[in-house]
């Protein structure tokens, strides 16, 4: 942050607006996504919203003497000032998300405001939840990251933003797979499934699953498993009034863990047929672990007439030095990620009757894009080949 009185017109490395007009005084201090909008309406991009003409000087949605060390009511924290940088740059994204350097620099601006109100005092760990490593990238938080979430950190970017420079394909990746997750479910659920195990479920993001379920089934009940500690920091928004959903902290590779989970035995009965969701996870389990035994336990243990929806990252159809970024990126991360042969990932449904993806199709696994679409020619993407996936049932 320039403190420089000759240069009145930056901020943060970052030219002020010149032309706005007030905001009425009861907005003032809000942060600039949630003001003038009614809490229902969706955020979009900053750079999408109608500005006023004659809006005073803002940054963050502060006003800019607000980040003068000597102003009243300035902020409560370095960690609020940091937040407030951090939606505000995450609203530029669509702009920025490919220029990391840019990135790095505002990075660097929002730390300089954390000392400079904390007198020095302020770490990064202070803007991070509890539990949660903010050194290594976490799967969880490069998928969020990936989706346009908000739950990351800057590691994840980069992290992320690395392997995006050699798979520009990424982002139309995680949402094709996405895309066959909600599907999935949904498929499921209208063959009369009511309770789902969403395992490797994620951040909460815009399509949580029990929200996915809710359009065509008002009771289902979901239990999200995830080993990554973040998913319990944001577990209040997974969770519903009626106590229909659940959010564990569990290990797949601990089965007894997961299925004897009482919190995960309160919302779903292994008597009955589950949907057993596992998509984009099993890629996180080395052979070692052997991935194809444990879900083998999973399927084992849920009721005949049950559905396992699995998908799983393939290097078969990406260029090998894609690949390899990808692996070395996940090598720094919380956990490795071990690409799979179509073969290998077809052995995850032994055992199991596949579901055709689409109309006229056999009894395969396709990429994601595929799967369920009404046209699989268009469905083909170039980022939808990286994910191998099915829908099996156990009769
Ligand atoms: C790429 S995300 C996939 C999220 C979601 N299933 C989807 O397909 O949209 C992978 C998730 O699996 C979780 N995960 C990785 N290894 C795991 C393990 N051993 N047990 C439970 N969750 C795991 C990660 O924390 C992350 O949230």
Redesign the pocket.
């Known amino acids: 942050m320039s403190s420089d009185p000759e240069e009145p017109n930056r901020v943060l490395g970052i030219p002020l607006r010149t032309s706005s007009r007030a905001r009425p005084e009861a907005e003032r201090g809000r942060p600039e996504t949630e003001r003038g909008r009614p809490e229902t309406e969706p955020t979009r991009p900053e750079t999408e919203r109608t500005r006023p003409e004659t809006e005073p000087q803002r940054v963050l949605g502060f006003p800019v003497d607000w980040f003068s060390s000597s102003a009243p009511g300035g902020p409560k924290s370095a960690a609020l000032a940091v937040r407030a940088f951090r939606r505000w740059i995450r609203s530029l994204r669509p702009g920025l998300a490919r220029v990391d350097a840019a990135d790095d620099v505002l990075a660097g601006d929002a730390r300089m405001i954390s000392r400079e109100r904390e007198g020095g005092e302020v770490a990064e760990a202070e803007l991070v939840p509890e539990g949660v490593d903010p050194s290594k990238p976490?799967?969880?938080r490069?998928?969020d990251y990936m989706l346009g979430g908000t739950h990351n950190l800057q590691v994840d970017r980069i992290a992320t933003e690395r392997f995006r420079a050699s798979m520009p394909d990424l982002e139309d990746a995680?949402w094709a797979?996405?895309g066959?997750?909600g599907r999935a479910a949904r498929w499921i659920a209208e063959q009369g499934v009511r309770q789902f195990i969403?395992?490797?479920?994620?951040?909460p993001?815009q399509n949580n699953t029990h929200e996915t379920l809710r359009q065509i089934l008002d009771d289902a009940h979901v239990a999200y498993?995830?080993?990554?500690p973040m998913?319990l920091v944001y577990a209040r928004e997974l969770l519903t009034e009626d106590g229909t959903t659940a959010v564990i902290q569990?290990?797949?590779?601990d089965p007894r863990s997961v299925l004897d989970n009482p919190d995960l035995r309160a919302v779903i009965d292994l008597s009955q047929p589950v949907g057993l969701?596992?998509?984009?996870?099993l890629q996180?389990?080395a052979d070692s672990s052997d991935p194809w035994g444990l879900v083998k336990r999973y399927v084992d243990a849920s009721a005949p007439g049950s559905y396992l929806a699995l998908?799983h990252i393939t290097g078969d159809r990406l260029p090998p030095q894609s690949v390899q970024t990808g692996v070395d990126v996940y090598g720094g991360a919380t956990?490795s990620a071990y690409p799979r042969t179509k073969a290998e990932i077809e052995r995850f449904f032994d055992g199991l009757e596949l579901v055709p993806p689409y109309a006229g199709a056999g009894q395969i696994i396709v990429n994601v894009g595929q799967w369920g679409a009404e046209d699989p020619v268009a469905g083909n993407s170039d980022g939808a080949q990286a994910f191998y996936c099915g829908v099996g049932r156990r009769s």
Do not use: K, Q, W
């Open positions: 976490s799967p969880a490069m998928y995680a797979n996405r066959f997750h969403d395992i490797g479920s994620g951040l993001t498993v995830d080993s990554d998913v569990a290990d797949l590779r969701l596992m998509t984009a996870v996180f389990v998908s956990e």
